[in-house]
């Protein structure tokens, strides 16, 4: 061999390392310490890629009713790849599901947007200062002193029946513009003495952004939140002044609820880009107020007294759940009477899942094991396209059944333009 020929295989020799090192850092990078941003799709992932059990996954649909009793779809995402997907009945990737009160946790992300963006100079201003031009019932010195964080916390004091839907049902039938049948609601508690859950201080909420950025609250949510996302096709119900509902009133596919859970996993950060403030992250994922049970509440969100994440938490079983010390963003839709079982998932199943922050070694079997236990029970990865929505022009009419009374709404919907 020439010494031409030798320092040609040396130099070939060095590139191959090179290249090969280079792949090993990037692949560690990719997992270890640069999110995955899915704002054009989610990437997939067996659980063992990402430290996590598919046996103990498996388990999870084996615990199930044949259906998935009640469950619509159960999301386990870590990393920043879907690890787990299932969807149960006609209910698939692209079918947009109405979030109830997941809506509520959207909602206050706007409030952290536009206070960064000086529009809300701070939560301790009085609600009202807001409203100048209206004029108000019930007035007094009570509810002049509600401030935003009052609203936020569910510490208003004002009057809302939620716990049989007759508050949504009366703001819904009774009134043309909810913002202003809110601040018409007479006082029960003095601001800040009692919490008191209320759809209808949500809707308040919403109000007070879209008055304070001087933008229509939709048009805010899609510039600000939705577009960076990737989040292009939604629903959102509306009252006949075009406020959209920041209580209940949102409707996703459960791929973009994990979007903003994965926004909130990351501090705020999508793809180089704070979205929402970092502060406000922190803040309105602590609790600030107790409630009875296993909860206490921060800015719309629920945090749980013992456990180290935080959920959005909707009616009849819509959830998103972040839990920042294991990387994961679990994302849970149905239609049941007792949500508790989806506890039951996350507690026993899902978090046990995740069993260490490196990659386990390849589990075929675990992998065929969970593909055959979301089988038995009729799930599917949700591939099949399907749409259950129905539009008429650029505003849809919805029917929602509350409390056994089914009445007609406005609803303005997707896809971003």
């Known amino acids: 061999m020439t010494g031409r020929s030798i320092g040609k295989w040396v130099l070939l020799?060095?590139?191959?390392?090179?290249?090969?090192?280079?792949?090993?850092q990037v692949r560690v990078l990719a997992q270890d310490s640069t999110p995955v941003w899915p704002t054009d799709g989610w990437r997939t992932s067996t659980?063992?890629?990402?430290g996590m059990d598919s046996g103990q996954l498996a388990a999870l649909?084996?615990?199930?009713?044949?259906?998935?009793?009640?469950?619509?779809?159960?999301?386990v995402i870590r990393n920043g790849f879907i690890v787990t997907e299932a969807y149960f009945g006609i209910y698939h990737q692209d079918t947009q599901h109405i979030l109830y009160s997941v809506t509520k946790s959207f909602i206050s992300s706007l409030v952290g947007i536009a206070q960064e963006?000086?529009?809300?100079?701070?939560?301790?201003?009085p609600v009202l200062s807001y409203f100048p031009d209206r004029t108000v019932d019930n007035l007094d010195a009570r509810k002049q002193a509600i401030t935003l964080e009052h609203l936020l916390t569910m510490s208003a004091g004002l009057d809302w029946p939620e716990n049989d839907y007759s508050g949504c049902v009366r703001m819904v039938s009774a009134s043309d513009d909810w913002a202003q049948y809110m601040l018409d609601r007479p006082m029960i508690n003095d601001p800040g003495a009692a919490f008191h859950y209320s759809s209808g201080v949500s809707v308040l909420i919403g109000a007070v952004v879209q008055q304070a950025t001087g933008q229509d609250l939709e048009d805010f949510a899609v510039k600000r939140l939705f577009e960076p996302l990737g989040i292009s096709d939604y629903e959102w119900e509306a009252d006949p002044t075009g406020l959209v509902n920041g209580g209940y009133g949102l409707h996703l596919a459960p791929r973009d609820m994990a979007k903003f859970g994965y926004l909130f996993l990351n501090e705020g950060v999508w793809d180089g880009e704070q979205i929402v403030p970092a502060d406000w992250v922190a803040t309105s994922t602590s609790p600030h107020i107790v409630v009875a049970g296993d909860y206490n509440y921060g800015y719309q969100w629920w945090v749980p007294s013992e456990q180290d994440y935080y959920a959005a938490l909707g009616y009849q079983g819509q959830r998103i759940v972040v839990v920042p010390d294991l990387e994961l963003v679990v994302v849970f839709t149905a239609l049941l009477n007792n949500d508790s079982i989806e506890e039951t998932l996350l507690h026993d199943y899902i978090l046990p899942a995740a069993v260490s922050d490196e990659p386990l070694p390849p589990n075929p079997d675990g992998v065929a094991q969970l593909e055959a236990a979301m089988e038995a029970v009729g799930a599917s990865d949700g591939s099949e396209s399907a749409r259950t929505l129905y539009y008429v022009g650029g505003v849809g009419v919805g029917v929602i059944l509350i409390g056994g009374l089914v009445f007609w709404q406005r609803r303005k919907h997707g896809p971003v333009g």
Do not use: K, M, R
């Open 13 to 24: 020799c060095i590139a191959v390392i090179l290249v090969v090192g280079l792949a090993g």
């Open 47 to 50: 659980p063992e890629e990402q």
């Open 61 to 75: 649909f084996e615990a199930l009713d044949n259906g998935g009793g009640g469950l619509h779809s159960v999301l």
């Open 117 to 125: 963006d000086g529009a809300i100079e701070g939560l301790d201003q």
